[in-house]
């Protein structure tokens, strides 16, 4: 049995986001699977990485790369078999790397064999699982999600003559979470991923489960109930498992989902997220404060997980009109690079390729409170293709080496489920983890070292954090505290050295110990601490009493 600090693993992870499809080949027909990803463990052992995120890997018609299941319990022939499965979480456990799955919670596909029961007739004993209307008038003034392609959150279904609704694509029907049996059909689900040994479930777009009238049917009393439900059930039977809510929401609503301890483990910051982009271009910590400011305490027993990308659009449904054009202008000047309300890009290009900028908002992922969120590709600074559809620009996949498909398959490349990114720059005869392995000062190494220091201290996974006020704006610092552990973390926003006095007279007797070189600094006086950082440069100091 774990401790009941081992439950609270979560808190210490440092987490790496990935699509089995993306990853590795192992048998040569063009799409990424378990074997294959088994095969790249020992690389994401070595990146320092301690848990995995899978996107949905179930079988199904992928018109959302996955988020339309059609069967919850099996995996996608083209991804392995379930013995695969199980075979590469047993080879991950045996590394001490933990592995989240997916419970996509809110909808099916339409393929799903409830929806096609319930389609099939009025008096189908399934018809209750899905949300049905004879007009699609009921829930007025709902948001519509994926703006670019549906018109309506109402789809009308040709079989039995009536509407139903979603949330996002048509071709996911929502389930019906006032139904009872859909509750235990995927409690069902659930029980059986935990019984095979996953450690923990992201699910799917939470704040959408149930519907009401004269509402905007989003985070209601009644899903917070649902969640509630999950939760002890599973504190009953599979303590040390974890959920991750994904709620993208203003911060005060998303601790709703946090509840009293009693709902979600974790649940992704999504505001913080391009606030930390926005910050970076307007060479101002504005943005960044203001939002950690007015972002809720949350229960001891959770955490928020924080990101810079991942496999969706960087979404912009949590900023004002004013800041989303200016992230707009700024990031997205080409019209393919948008969607819905959203950037299409991968971190590195967005950045320009601009080392200095990807090490800086790298820094802040791994020294702010959360647990860290890691995109497949984003360690070595791979690109993407905004000219791919949908958000598949940034699912191409993964960069290896630089020979035949970037090692990532030897298929013909006419055959990958994607092309490679193979443009001069982020092309993987560029930008492979095998020439970034061999050279030390690769984004790769940097990438390395950093998660390395950060697992060494607790204070950044556990402790709390006080933002000190210099006079240049330009400038982020922080201190993290967790009992004697104490860091100093100093952030040049900007592209022009700065200057910078901190206030750290709380901090007196105090050497500040740089920690990638472990170089000490001037002890603190009474003076202001002066410090000068280049451009995008950042500091973390360990601060050792004397
Ligand atoms: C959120 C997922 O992150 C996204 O990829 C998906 O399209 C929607 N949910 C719908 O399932």
Redesign the pocket.
Known sequence: MLSQDENLWYKDAVIYQLHVRTFCDSNGDGVGDFRGLTSKLDYLQELGINAIWLLPFFPSPLR??G?DIADYTSVHPAYGSLQDFKDFLAAAHSRRLRVITEM?V??TSDQHPWFQEARSSRENPKRDWYVWSDTDSRYQGVRIIFIDTEMSNWAWDPVSKSYYWHR?FSH?PDLNYDNPAVREAIWEVMKFWLDIGVDGFRL??VPYLIERDGTSCENLPETHEVIRDFRKRIDLAYAGKMLLA?ANQRPADVRSYFGNGDEFHMAFHFPLMPRMFLAVKLEDRKPIIEILEQTPQIPDTCQWCIFLR???ELTLETVTDIERDYMYDEYAVDKAMRINLGIRRRLAPMMENDRRRVELLTGLLLSMPGTPIIYYGDEIGMGDNVYLGD?NGVRTPMQWNGGWNAGFSSADPERLYSPLISNPVYGYQAINVDSQTRSAHSLLSWTKSVIQTRNAFRVFSRGSIEFLNPSNHRVLAYVRCLGEEKVLVVNNLSSSAQAVELNLQSYKKHIPIEMFGRNLFPRVGDLPYLLTLGPYQFYWFRLRRI
Do not use: K, P, W
């Open positions: 959302d790369d988020y996509v809110n909808h996002f996911q799917d777009a994904e991942n496999h969706d958000r």
